[in-house]
């Protein structure tokens, strides 16, 4: 059942009485999702790092929710598109600055970093959190829907936060709040890193020319002084019930490349196209071509891989064969050796179909975002707390996803790890609710907290195994 807008508002509760923060913390015994039923074993509780510790967060993350939940809202009527999230970064920064942090800004444009010194000598943590909203009409009717506008690409644009980003900037400040509460007991230190343009920047089409979001903090040495021993992240996601953990080892997002193809022919008459050499036709079957790469010639055994043509451009009247015609799409793997791969069988399949007919075609591919790798000795060793805190029945194996992250670009120099939080209202069908980047897209409000219980739990077991 899709989520109506009527149920939307009787969802919203007040703030913050009806914040169900017990039932989360309880761990609700969920009906498993049509995501991994297998996968979503009950297990007995696994004690990891420092219990008392783990108490401390439990207490400081339902003293803040109320606060994550303004947060969230606030940012949430007021997004702001890939490098020019402004107004989000000074919210972020004199958070952190209040909580005595040192605190960088303008770091890859309008990105925020703080640094928090734990009272004690141990490694160093990275959480991130990304600030970007998406060119997005929303239509979730909640009494804090956005009505922003914002300059995509040139042009006017409703903006929203159709991916949840909102919920990820406000989880980290109340991570923060959680953290800096006790510092003095931390053996190590972390860092904030609140990240924009993850999506890609507002004011160019990314062609993989220019660098942003995650890649140019890493350029910039977000991840050294200190250098960071370890990063985690997470992203809300509508597949997955509200409250529940899903994450796995190994490939996890796709990488994400952009190619253009362009086809020249010869124009003549629609009438008679033996007087030229039709663009239009060898296109389509270099569309067809293409998509014989993964189900023919790759193996289907190693790793998934999805190729898509998204745009095809070409002539201006019913009877004239063009002389060109402009491809563009989007290529998905796991596996780097099967990605160059495909790279190269792409470009052979479009200038073959191109000379069988007499026409020219180039093929042109940029690599826009790495896979999203979750390093497995580290998922490994962190999976006990994230099912702790979860609970029984509430965490699963997360299915790869085709869906990129450019997290994927601090996993190339540090062990990372990237989980998801399931923001799906609880008897809403899943696979029905309206996706991440969809005008619909709802977040059930009370599993945010479990998103500052995973990275708080996550930072601070991290630090005390280390001191064994
Ligand atoms: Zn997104
Ligand atoms: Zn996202």
Redesign the pocket.
């Known amino acids: 059942m899709a989520v109506s807008h009527r149920h939307i508002r009787a969802r919203i509760a007040p703030l913050p009485a009806a914040i169900s923060t017990l039932a989360l913390a309880a761990g609700l015994l969920c009906a498993p999702t049509p995501w991994s039923p297998a996968h979503a074993q009950a297990q007995p509780p696994l004690q990891t790092g420092d219990a008392a510790l783990q108490a401390q967060i439990e207490t400081r993350a339902k003293a803040a929710e109320a606060r994550l939940i303004a947060w969230r809202r606030d940012i949430h009527q007021h997004p702001e598109l890939g490098n020019y999230e402004t107004r989000t970064a000074k919210l972020v920064a004199d958070h952190l600055k209040k909580l005595g942090m040192e605190v960088k800004t303008g770091v890859a444009k309008t990105g925020v970093v703080g640094l928090l010194k734990g009272g004690k000598p141990g490694p160093v943590v990275a959480l991130r959190a990304?600030m970007d909203a998406l060119p997005v009409k929303e239509r979730v009717d909640v009494p804090f829907a956005s009505k922003a506008k914002g300059k995509y690409l040139g042009k006017e644009v409703d903006v929203m936060h159709a991916?949840?980003?909102d919920t990820?900037v406000a989880i980290l400040m109340a991570t923060a709040e959680v953290l800096a509460g006790m510092k003095d007991q931390l053996p190590g230190s972390v860092k904030f890193i609140f990240q924009p343009a993850?999506?890609s920047p507002a004011d160019f089409e990314p062609d993989g020319t220019n660098i942003w979001g995650a890649k140019q903090m890493v350029a910039e040495g977000v991840l050294d002084n200190p250098k960071v021993d370890a990063i985690f992240g997470l992203?809300v996601s509508s597949g997955i019930e509200s409250g529940k953990l899903a994450w796995r080892s190994g490939p996890a997002m796709a990488a994400a490349d952009q190619f253009w193809i362009d086809v020249k022919g010869r124009q003549t008459h629609g009438a008679r196209p033996w007087g030229g050499i039709d663009p239009i036709v060898v296109s389509s079957q270099i569309v067809l071509g293409l998509q014989t790469i993964q189900s023919r010639q790759v193996n289907a055994m190693l790793e998934p891989s999805v190729i898509t043509v998204g745009t095809i451009h070409g002539g201006n009247r019913m009877n004239i064969v063009p002389e060109k015609v402009e491809m563009m799409g989007t290529v998905r793997t796991y596996d780097e050796g099967m990605k160059k791969d495909i790279h190269a069988r792409m470009k052979r399949t479009t200038e073959s179909i191109a000379a069988s007919s007499g026409a020219e075609a180039t093929f042109r591919v940029v690599e826009l975002y790495n896979a999203t790798i979750n390093q497995p000795a580290l998922t490994e060793k962190m999976a006990p707390t994230l099912k702790r805190v979860a609970g029984d029945g509430n965490w699963m194996l997360a299915p790869k996803a085709t869906?990129s992250?450019d997290f994927s670009f601090y996993q190339e120099k540090v062990p990372g790890l990237f989980f998801n939080l399931g923001v799906t209202p609880k008897g809403t069908d899943v696979t029905k609710a309206a996706s991440?980047h969809s005008p619909e897209f709802y977040v059930d409000e009370p599993a945010l907290i479990n998103g500052v219980r995973a990275l708080s739990n996550l930072t601070v077991d991290y630090m005390t195994m280390a001191q064994r």
Do not use: P
Request: with cysteine; charged share 35%; net charge negative.
């Open positions: 990304d991916c949840g980003h990820h993850e999506e992203h869906a992250e991440n």
